[in-house]
């Protein structure tokens, strides 16, 4: 490899999605992948004009292997019951994590896989020019030939999470075709790959290929790269921004170049003359001290969702060299500064612009194939919008560009590091080249992501801290890439040498858990601290989505289709949640009793995490649902499933997320106020009624109360009498009405008369088990509502828009009433925004929903409504 390949290597920088001088062509289309197995060629030949490639399998990157494959029909939908066990090469074991084994010999993945295209480069916009490669993402390693020249090889190219800009200067024909051919190599048991844990199967390439972007770039013979502006507050009133900008420049020519780096931040003008050696690669920083004009007064500051809006500002970093621009970069920033502190009781507080924030957030996954879909990005980022929802943590699945810059627009925080379970924590069996890479990809992801409003905290380990030589040497390369946001050492209490105690938990639950839990397992997953990942497990799909992803959506018992589509190791069955329905509520006889049992025991501990949480701020300081979403269709850890479908577990945490908010506490019976805005709102009027299972009024109070900024504020207590007669089951309904009278928070409970008793003792990583289960199967024998249904559809602003208004002429209540839109011939339409959903109405009482329709929804949709004590209703709502 000659010298100049050698430098390109050592050069690798990462692009963030951004306007630029240099010209650049997005390698996107017309690309042929093959398996080396069967190319019988090697690169020198391939990536030559006259190779024959019309065999080949036809391709648009980026793009896995086996992504490209299904895209081209090779296999059936691997998402769709069993069907991935039949593509070879899946044949590791069931529920087992397939990052820690070697692929099968007879695997086709085992094999090498060329990709290859062809492309006109542009010409050189001038004499000492530069062209580059820019690979945003190669799993695992890769050869690299343009025009029958090798440019980069495997010992060099390797690391899922690295990215590469390579010098091609001299081996492209300027304004004529040229021909990339990239042979990718799969990640094995031993490498720092991209893995799914226990959340879903594993495809058998274990995502190996070209998983970002390609783009070819011409610039001049100085590279500006990754600008970024850092905040800082001179005080709380935020009326003056300290604002420091960094780039990476680098001087790809072999002669030193004087020259100008200049640019603006939020309409501020800032510039400074530089001398770059030959090859030399340097961060330039204009900080305030030494350009005063970056001291901002009267900013317009960036906030997360529910404590201001998200303004973004442009920054643009451009050397100039004899006139003439180099090159240049622009991207969105935010004035903001995150910062971190433990709290007395030692737990991990974040603070935003000084203000400080109780996270409440989801776990992400990409897809499992690496596919990627801006329409469906944009529709999840809505879904977690409406969920009230201000944090998405990544471990691992580091997203695209665009995933980031939804993120700042949105206003939602990400929460983000290294993934667990593999070799990226198997660090006694690293090797001093896995280092390198670990810190190669380290780097490249550090300067790829630096930039974005939305980054909370990085994570340099997940389900354990690194040891301390590699915790030194993240620690260096976060310093020398000026990462602006905190870091802890894993999203574990274990406390370190290096860096000391974290201030989160990752105790869990994983699995079913009563609502109680949250406020009495104070040591374990309850609501004190912040616990990096936990949930209540099992989230079941509807009827219509299970249609899209089961040949049997309506097996009972289920099948071993419904089985592969729960979780690996611990969690490939439902064991937990099972017994704990059959024991609280009833023994299901259907698949559509188990699904109605299901979707009411996600709302009640999905609510009652969230809830818990928000009450004891900030002894509590954040809690991430364990997850937001799934990678492929499954019957567990989600708030919306794979379809984008939304239901029981999806409503619960978005009640207790709402901005103001009523709620009961299981723990003391307080009935509690959180205010989760920063402004503040006074002359509220919360308001409870406690019922018998036969609507028997049992108690009745109401106040005005004051709810100060991002606040939680006790309003009444329910009396310990009330729960020691004969009822088995109260019904609390909760109301909270501002100054107006106005009705700002409803919520509705069905409490035991005696909870369920958990045996500690037993208590396990998955969940803790009951002692003692509390009983709600009265709930079964409720008598029936009379419940009445009219809808209409209109256009607004939005979208189009459905409004249901629902009566009940009973003098019973109904009992969780839920509405679906669906096809006229009953398929999914999703996702659909409900106003809310899975609600309770008493005897004689309406209520009015809204559901904001997908752009694809048919044009006269079918509304299903139903309840535990309600008579099925469909309506065909036409505009």
Not at 675 to 682: I, R, V
Request: hydrophobic share 40%.
């Amino acid at each position: 490899m000659n010298t100049r390949t050698m430098f390109s290597l050592f050069a690798i920088m990462a692009i963030p999605v951004s306007t630029s001088a240099a010209t650049v062509t997005h390698l996107h289309d017309n690309w042929r992948i093959e398996s080396a197995c069967k190319a019988n060629a090697g690169g020198d030949k391939i990536s030559m004009p006259e190779f024959p490639v019309d065999s080949w399998l036809k391709a648009s990157v980026p793009t896995t292997v086996l992504a490209a494959q299904v895209a081209a029909g090779l296999f059936p939908d691997p998402y769709f019951g069993q069907n991935l066990r039949q593509i070879p090469g899946t044949t590791y074991p069931m529920g087992q994590l397939f990052a820690n084994l070697p692929m099968a010999a007879d695997s086709p993945y085992r094999c090498g896989w060329w990709y290859r295209t062809e492309f006109t480069a542009p010409a050189k916009a001038e004499k000492d020019g530069k062209v580059w490669l820019h690979f945003g993402g190669i799993n695992y390693r890769a050869d690299i030939w343009v025009n029958g020249h090798q440019v980069a090889d495997k010992s060099a190219v390797a690391g899922a999470y690295r990215t590469y800009d390579l010098d091609v200067t001299d081996y492209v024909n300027p304004g004529h075709a040229n021909v990339l051919a990239v042979e990718t190599f799969a990640p094995t048991e031993k490498d720092l790959g991209i893995n799914w844990v226990d959340w879903n199967p594993a495809p058998p390439d274990k995502d190996m290929g070209l998983w970002g972007a390609v783009d070819l770039e011409t610039t001049g013979p100085v590279t500006v790269r990754s600008p970024m502006v850092a905040t800082h507050f001179q005080d709380d009133s935020l009326d003056i921004a300290e604002l420091t900008v960094y780039a990476e420049l680098h001087n790809a020519s072999t002669q030193s170049v004087k020259g100008v780096v200049s640019g603006t931040a939020a309409g501020v003008k800032f510039e400074q003359s530089i001398e770059l050696a030959p090859n030399e690669s340097r961060t330039v920083a204009f900080a305030p001290e030494q350009f005063p004009q970056l001291r901002v007064r009267d900013p317009k500051v960036w906030w997360p969702l529910q404590m201001g809006e998200p303004h973004l500002e442009r920054v643009t970093v451009g050397f100039t060299a004899a006139g003439q621009v180099t090159d240049e970069r622009s991207t969105d920033f935010g004035i903001r500064e995150i910062t971190s502190e433990l709290t007395t009781n030692g737990s991990r507080l974040f603070r935003v612009n000084g203000k400080p924030i109780l996270i409440r957030g989801g776990g992400w996954s990409q897809d499992m194939l690496l596919r990627t879909d801006q329409k469906r990005l944009e529709d999840q980022f809505k879904l977690v919008r409406d969920l009230g929802l201000n944090t998405i943590r990544l471990e691992g699945k580091l997203d695209t560009e665009e995933f980031f810059h939804q993120a700042d627009e949105k206003g939602v925080l990400v929460l983000l590091g290294w993934c667990c379970c593999d070799h990226w924590e198997h660090w006694h069996d690293w090797t001093p080249a896995d280092l390198e890479i670990a810190k190669a990809s380290l780097r490249s992801q550090m300067l790829r992501l630096r930039q974005h409003a939305s980054l909370l905290v990085w994570l340099n380990g997940s389900d354990n801290p690194p040891p301390a030589n590699v915790e030194k040497a993240y620690l260096q390369v976060e310093s020398d890439a000026h990462w602006p946001n905190p870091i802890l050492s894993s999203a574990t209490s274990t406390p370190t040498t290096v860096s000391g105690d974290s201030g989160v938990k990752m105790t869990g639950p994983y699995d079913y858990v009563e609502p109680s839990y949250w406020y009495t397992a104070t040591h374990y997953g309850g609501a004190v601290g912040f616990n990096t990942e936990t949930s209540p497990g099992p989230a079941i799909s509807s009827l219509a989505s299970r249609k899209k992803f089961l040949p049997d959506p309506e097996a009972w018992p289920p099948s071993a289709n419904w089985s592969y589509h729960n979780g690996g190791g611990e969690f490939t069955n439902l064991t937990v949640f099972d017994d704990a329905m059959a024991a609280i509520y009833a023994q299901p006889k259907s698949a559509a009793d188990f699904e109605r049992l299901a979707q009411t025991m996600e709302y009640d501990s999905e609510r009652a995490m969230f809830e818990a949480y928000s009450k004891n701020k900030y002894t509590s300081t954040g809690v991430i649902q364990w997850m937001l979403n799934n990678a492929w269709p499954s019957m567990i850890w989600h708030l919306y499933d794979y379809n984008l479908d939304s239901g029981g577990g999806y409503f619960g945490a978005k009640k207790a997320c709402e901005p103001l908010h009523i709620q009961y506490s299981y723990d003391d019976r307080t009935v509690v106020v959180v205010n989760s805005t920063y402004k503040p709102a006074d002359g509220l009027v919360a308001e409870v009624d406690v019922h018998g299972l036969k609507w028997n009024e049992l108690y009745h109070s109401h106040g005005v109360i004051s709810a100060g900024p991002d606040s939680s504020q006790r309003a009444f207590e329910i009396p310990e009498s009330l729960f020691g007669g004969a009822e088995r089951i109260f019904f609390i309904d909760l109301t909270l009405k501002d100054s107006s009278g106005r009705l700002v928070s409803r919520n509705f409970y069905w409490v035991p008369g005696t909870l369920t008793t958990f045996d500690w003792d037993r208590t396990d990583y998955t969940h803790t088990p009951a002692e003692r289960y509390e009983d709600l199967s009265a709930l079964a024998s409720l008598p029936p509502a009379a419940v009445t249904a009219h809808a209409e559809v209109a256009n607004t602003a939005n979208g189009r828009m459905i409004t249901v208004h629902l009566q009940n002429s009973a003098n019973a209540l109904a009992f969780q009433v839920n509405a679906a839109v669906r096809t006229a011939s009953g398929d999914l339409v999703a996702p659909v925004l409900w106003s809310e959903n899975w609600i309770e109405l008493g005897p004689g009482e309406s209520e009015t929903l809204t559901a904001l329709l997908p752009e694809n929804a048919p044009a006269s949709p079918v509304v299903n409504i139903a309840g535990w004590n309600v008579a099925p209703i469909s309506l065909t709502v036409a505009q």
